[in-house]
């Protein structure tokens, strides 16, 4: 962000920013010109998977009965999840699921957590593609754990044939198709992007147009000054969303878990 606000007061970047900023180009030194199989956001993905594995092994390599600063933040978390969320959403089922509501929620949050740290300043997230992907993982295992449990015919009959006369049966089953097997992985990606999207949008125009104003015209420096402190603002209400928003990724997902194992939709 930072750098393409000296970019800007150099006079050499257009104004506003285009959503073209997001595709980034490859950070690989002989990738071709166009090549964006390996991004700066590629390598975010892959530094948070890092940092989570190395952080849970190096946490519970050596487990203590009474335990150390990191081996409490690592069990802080997995309770928190397993807890206020599968728990909660699923009963004492809920607790063999703890394990991937942890992961995605860790996932989530540090990748979108990279939107406000110096140097990385976007979430993946910020990019369809990624919630994509981990909205069709929700969405596998909710099908998936709802046909084990009971059964593929079963299952679909649940989902699709809602407790109604017959005459309206053929109104409803349409629009449970779309809501259960369409909508639920549809919105579950979009709501991340949209959040994560408009906030690194929100965050890079208060940050630049800042620039702008200050080298347009120097009458406008107190201007330019408001719009800083805007971004400072706006980078703690940000904070927030981001916390929020791996939140009810992870909830929608245990919601979902659980309409599955429900013996009636």
């Avoid at 285009?18 to 010109?33: C, R, T």
């Avoid at 009474?66 to 978390?77: G, H, N, R, Y």
């Avoid at 699709?160 to 809501?179: D, G, H, Q, T, Y």
Wanted: charged share 10%; proline share 6%.
């Amino acid at each position: 962000m930072f750098g393409q606000a000296n970019v800007l007061a150099a006079g050499q970047a257009a104004f506003p920013p285009s959503v073209e900023d997001f595709y980034l180009p490859s950070i690989l030194p002989w990738g071709a010109h166009d090549s964006y199989w390996f991004t700066k956001i590629t390598a975010m993905v892959w530094v948070a998977v890092g940092i989570l594995i190395i952080f849970f092994l190096a946490t519970y390599r050596k487990p203590q009965l009474v335990p150390t600063k990191k081996q409490w933040l690592a069990e802080s978390i997995y309770g928190f999840v397993r807890n206020n969320i599968a728990v909660d959403m699923l009963g004492h089922r809920g607790v063999r699921f703890a394990p991937y509501f942890t992961t995605l929620f860790c996932f989530v949050l540090l990748t979108n957590f990279f939107a406000i740290v110096p140097l990385f300043q976007i979430s993946p997230n910020s990019h369809i593609a990624f919630p994509a992907i981990l909205a069709v993982i929700s969405y596998v295992l909710f099908n998936y754990i709802g046909i084990r449990q009971h059964g593929f015919v079963k299952y679909f009959k649940n989902s699709l044939v809602p407790p109604a006369p017959w005459f309206i049966l053929p109104l409803l089953i349409p629009i449970e198709l779309f809501s259960t097997f369409i909508v639920r992985p549809f919105s579950l990606a979009v709501r991340l992007f949209a959040n994560m999207f408009a906030g690194h949008m929100l965050l890079l125009v208060f940050t630049l147009g800042g620039f702008a104003m200050l080298s347009a015209n120097a009458w406008l420096a107190p201007v330019s000054v408001l719009s800083w402190v805007m971004t400072i603002a706006l980078t703690f209400l940000e904070f927030l969303v981001i916390c929020l928003q791996a939140y009810v990724f992870t909830v929608l997902t245990a919601s979902y878990v659980q309409g599955a194992l429900a013996d009636e939709h």
